[in-house]
């Protein structure tokens, strides 16, 4: 037989064992054999030189890449809203059912690994790209290679792009460590570390797979359903996993959930949730999408994990309020994809109802990258003891005031701790964003020029810090400019930036936009402060006695008096122009211009931006690389303006 038409044969014989065996995780030849009639095409390959489209062989790396270029992803990739409890879930259900009927709804895992697209056009497998910022990932295309379960051509000719997570199979990470010289810690951490390795061999010693669920952009092709896209996906060749749910009411969707939840432990992946999504693509659009999600879908998180370790100690922390939080050192354990040394026991009431000890076996969770916490107790042992209660601060040695549950260092003028905490947070960036105020700086002023608190950042001048060690020049300079430009804050900013307790920077913007001036703020009732979205009682009983105390006041009028200028949005606003009153939705990426800015100059121009294009938008405003809104503004026939013209407004 001719050496070509051998190699012809090889790949379609090894293709379809690779189909079988990746794919339908049903091999239907031994590794010996398949090893030999692999071993065979490598050596014709090599012999003629000839390596067709379709080769398995392309399939293994082998040369080191220099760097990652970037992809932009024809549409944006959008994540996924989250919800942890059933109320949430039967919230977001009977939403969708009250304005467009009971729907049915499928269910799949939620993968814990790293989401990727792959592009095909005529058939061909063209590129792979990761997830990136939505807009923008790294071309991956070599790395993802190495994926034998990934097909190299498909039926459909037309262009289009999959979605689906690359993921390490438990089996296979055991079996990696069994020989590797640095063992790897977690499935999740080897698949993302294997895609982003820049050479190709690495992924392809951990037998990486990929399983699809979705088709972001497909040209001449529409879906009526989530189950017909998901049988195009099969269609195809492409590995999809084989757990899928179709449910429409609310009670089947929760026992389906209860089920994974407790079988999740005996598979041979990594999932965190399900993903639950309307299967009708019509309901879809008519949904559309936020910002960040779509709102035709939602995961379902499970319970955090959790894990037993061994308490060693407990050290007091004093925050900028002058709380003292006891944090928990524990003996390393791998949770949730990292190490975990330290996890916060919330204050010296929780101690006590959980029952925590020195020396006592306890729970922690990790739960969405947040700070560990330690839930309760596993196991007392023989050498358990009390975790004493602190009577005098840890930083200043001032005595303890109780307040409930929690304990305070009064000292707040004294307390080294409370004085650079205060300072870091009003000089962060989402705050004052002073640029070169670091802690290690901070402290410096502290202890050389007595700065004790927010007001005498402007009191300082650079010939003092010309005396302080390493201030030179134009570090001082640097240093003094960044102070001296913070003065002009935009009024959320100044909110956020002065730490009152429970005020994150969304409710400073919420309270920015309800009371419109300082003034107004600072004499607010309690009802007037909770009648703002997302202001509960304890929080609007800590902004409203922030602002009758003396202390804070007094700080108030010197920073005022210092040259505090506060930018209040209504005093930039510009009237008479073309965009005033319309609602404006924003996509794409803008040269000029950050997301955030953008909004806030439209908003200056007294439009009134939202995330959603509907049938009440009057204008669309488009970047490069728009997403799915500019298809629905063309839909909808909604009026759009592309960077250039708005420019000649705005710049």
């Known amino acids: 037989m001719d050496k070509i038409e051998r190699i012809k044969q090889l790949i379609t014989e090894i293709n379809k064992h690779n189909y079988n065996y990746y794919v339908l995780d049903n091999p239907t030849i031994a590794d010996r054999e398949y090893d030999a009639i692999y071993d065979e095409l490598v050596r014709l390959e090599k012999e003629t030189g000839v390596v067709l489209p379709d080769s398995p062989t392309k399939q293994v790396g082998d040369v080191v890449l220099e760097g990652f270029k970037k992809h932009t992803h024809l549409q944006k990739l959008y994540s996924l809203d989250k919800c942890n409890n059933f ?33 095909y056009e005529n058939g061909k497998f063209v590129s792979a790209a990761t997830r990136g910022n939505g807009y923008v990932g790294e ?52 698949a993302a570390g ?36 998901v049988e195009f996906l099969k269609s195809n ?43 009708n693509f ?66 010296f009431g929780d101690i006590l109802r959980k029952d925590v000890k020195i020396n006592s076996k306890v729970f922690v969770r990790r739960s969405n990258e947040v700070i560990p916490e330690i839930l309760g107790v596993a196991e007392h042992t023989d ?49 004052m964003n002073i640029e070169g105020l670091s802690g290690k700086t901070i402290g410096l002023l502290r202890e050389n020029l007595g700065v004790k608190t927010v007001a005498d950042l402007y009191k300082i001048s650079g010939s003092q810090l010309l005396a302080l060690d390493k201030f030179k020049d134009k570090k001082s300079q640097n240093l003094v400019e960044s102070i001296q430009n913070s003065k002009n804050p935009e009024f959320y900013r100044f909110i956020f930036a002065l730490g009152i307790n429970g005020v994150g920077e969304r409710t400073a913007k919420d309270l920015a936009k309800q009371f419109g001036s300082l003034e107004k703020l600072m004499s607010a009732t309690v009802s007037e402060l909770t009648e703002v979205d997302e202001i509960g009682l304890i929080t609007a009983e800590n902004i ?50 950050t997301r955030t800015q953008l909004t806030t100059e ?50």
């Not at 009057?618 to 809104?629: I, Q």
């Open 544 to 593: 409203y006695n922030f602002f009758h105390n003396d202390t804070q006041i007094n700080l108030i009028n010197e920073l005022l008096d210092l040259g505090i200028n506060i930018n209040y949005p209504e005093n930039n606003q510009v009237t008479h122009s073309e965009l005033t009153g319309k609602t404006i939705v924003i996509t794409g990426d803008f040269e000029h211009f």
């Open 602 to 651: 439209l908003e200056r121009y007294g439009a009134k931006v939202t995330s959603s294009v509907s049938k009440k938008t009057d204008l669309v405003v488009v970047g490069n690389n728009p997403g799915s809104k500019f298809n629905k503004a063309q839909e909808l026939g909604v009026n759009v303006m592309f960077e250039t013209e708005l420019n000649k407004i705005l710049l």
């Open 139 to 190: 071309d991956v295309t070599n790395q993802v290679l190495t994926i034998k379960s990934v097909p190299l051509f498909i039926n459909f000719k037309g262009k289009v792009v999959v979605q689906g997570e690359a993921m390490m199979k438990l089996s296979v990470l055991a079996e990696y460590n069994k020989t590797a010289l640095e063992p790897l810690k977690n499935a999740r951490n080897a």
């Open 282 to 347: 019509k309901v879809r659009d008519k949904l559309g999408y936020t910002s960040k999600f779509p709102k035709w879908a939602v995961a379902y998180k499970f319970e955090a994990q959790e894990l037993t370790t061994t308490l060693n100690n407990v050290v007091w922390q004093v925050g900028r309020t002058g709380k003292l939080t006891p944090i928990a050192e524990v003996d390393p354990i791998e949770l949730a994809g990292a190490t975990v040394k330290r996890a916060t026991l919330n204050n």
């Open 383 to 431: 050498n358990s003891f009390d975790i004493k209660k602190p009577t005098n601060c840890p930083c200043c040695g001032s005595e303890i005031v109780e307040d409930g549950a929690n304990l305070f260092c009064p000292n707040y003028f004294g307390c080294a701790e409370q004085i650079d905490d205060r300072i870091n947070h009003y000089a962060s960036r989402n705050a």
């Open 194 to 229: 294997a895609i982003r390795n820049l050479d190709p061999r690495v992924t392809g010693s951990r037998n990486l797979s990929m399983f699809f669920y979705g088709v972001p952009y497909i040209e001449g092709k529409k879906f009526e359903t989530h189950l017909e896209l």
């Open 237 to 279: 060749g492409f590995p999809v996993f084989d757990y899928m749910e179709a449910k429409s009411d609310i009670a089947s969707i929760e026992a389906e959930i209860n089920k994974i939840d407790k079988i999740k432990q005996n598979l041979d992946i990594l999932i965190d949730g399900v993903v639950i999504k309307v299967n």
């Open 87 to 119: 109320s949430e879930l039967e919230s977001w259900i009977n939403g969708v059912n009250e304005a467009y009927g009971n729907q049915l709804y499928t269910m799949e895992y939620k993968f814990d690994g790293l989401q990727m697209t792959i592009t």
